[in-house]
Nanobody, 126 residues
Framework: EVQLVESGGGLVQAGESLRLSCAASGFSFDDYAVGWFRQVPGKARERVAC????????LYKDSVRGRFTISRDGTKNTVDLQIDSLEPEDTAVYYC???????????????????WGQGTQVTVSS
């Protein structure tokens, strides 16, 4: 059974940093890319970052590039999202997702995935 469990969300002040973690199990990182998406109530879900570990390839939403860093921790079997210089506009529920290797780039652009976690809330106060 595929499981994606996010953690690390919380309430922080603007300018601070946060590290989200996605604990993945039930699938191989050789078969699936893992990405982070976020959603604000009433708005469409948007892509944030994605990693395809066999090729060490990362994709980012243009507006977060430079502040967000996605990485895989092989010892913990997690995919982490480091968020620096947080802004109130980063407030959202952040979801971890797994996308099949052959189509992950397109899936990431479309905001689609084969498996989703339950999400973790990030709230940034100004």
């Amino acid at each position: 059974e595929v499981q994606l469990v996010e953690s690390g969300g919380g309430l922080v002040q603007a300018g601070e940093s946060l590290r989200l973690s996605c604990a993945a199990s039930g699938f191989s990182f050789d078969d699936y890319a893992v990405g982070w998406f976020r959603q604000v109530p009433g708005k469409a879900r948007e892509r944030v970052a994605c990693i395809w570990t066999p090729a060490n390839k990362t994709l980012y939403k243009d507006s977060v590039r430079g502040r967000f860093t996605i990485s895989r921790d092989g010892t913990k079997n997690t995919v982490d999202l480091q968020i620096d210089s947080l802004e109130p506009e980063d407030t959202a529920v952040y979801y971890c997702a797994a996308m099949w290797r052959d189509s992950y780039a397109i899936a990431f652009l479309k905001g689609e995935a084969d498996y989703w976690g339950q999400g973790t809330q990030v709230t940034v106060s100004s």
